[in-house]
């Protein structure tokens, strides 16, 4: 299996400011990366495919990057509804696997 | 938009069956794409559990010997079954619709499930 080795597992933040979240497979997978928001009780949210597809309907301050084994989510200017807990997952092959995710904090 | 709703006990015995139905709306199954089940048991990450596509399924080794999933095209509903439930697998699990194998753009609420005697 692939592992993801996400970090960090938590930051706290400001509205405002900048995150960049960092994944690491344990193997290249090109850039079959997709990355995920999820809140408690709501749907999880597909934010973006291959690396750094951004998805429709996803604010631009969110942005994907990397390819091989490190990739990157950045997201600039938190807003409010930001405050989450983001997860990497590998596509490269089966079984699907996810980074132990980061949950970012006011 | 397509609407994914889990549906099932929310507590299960040790040693137990777990079934549990996702009711698509708005999109019809049949359409040719993947539909998966997830997980995520308390204070930990994702975990995914398997997939269907074109009649065919694709399922995580760790849970492949207790783990069916099939397809319910007439009510345009997939489910999983779980046999020989564990502590281990209480979880909050999801289903959801992958545009490919690993590209899940949408996804239900979630059940929750507890094994407890």
């Known amino acids: 299996d692939i592992q993801m080795t996400q970090s960090p597992s938590s930051v706290s933040a400001s509205i405002g400011d900048g995150v960049t979240i960092t994944c690491r497979a344990s193997q290249d997978i090109n850039n079959w990366l997709a990355w995920y928001q999820l809140k408690p009780g709501k749907a999880p949210k597909l934010l973006i495919s291959a690396a750094y597809r951004l998805q429709g309907g996803v604010p631009e301050r969110f942005s994907g990057s990397g390819s091989g084994t490190d990739f990157n989510l950045i997201i600039t200017g938190l807003q409010p509804e930001d405050f989450a807990t983001y997860f990497c997952q590998q596509g490269h092959s089966f079984p699907l696997t996810f980074g132990g995710g980061t949950k970012v904090e006011i | 938009q397509v609407r994914l709703q889990e549906s099932g006990p929310g507590l299960v015995k040790p040693s137990e069956t777990l079934a549990l139905i996702c009711n698509v709306s708005?999109?019809?199954?049949?359409?040719?794409?993947?539909w998966g089940w997830f997980r995520r048991p308390p204070g930990k990450g994702l975990e995914w559990i398997g997939s269907?596509?074109?009649?065919?399924?694709f399922y995580n080794p760790s849970l492949k010997s207790r783990l069916t999933i099939s397809v319910d095209a007439s009510n345009n509903q997939f489910s999983m079954r779980l046999t020989s439930v564990a502590a281990a697998d209480a979880a909050l699990y999801y289903c959801?619709?992958?545009?490919?194998?690993?590209?899940?753009?949408?996804w239900g609420q979630g059940a929750l499930v507890a094994v407890s005697s």
């Open positions: 959801a619709r992958g545009l490919d194998a690993y590209t899940y753009d949408s």
């Open positions: 708005f999109y019809s199954i049949d359409n040719g794409l993947y």
């Open positions: 269907t596509y074109s009649g065919r399924t």
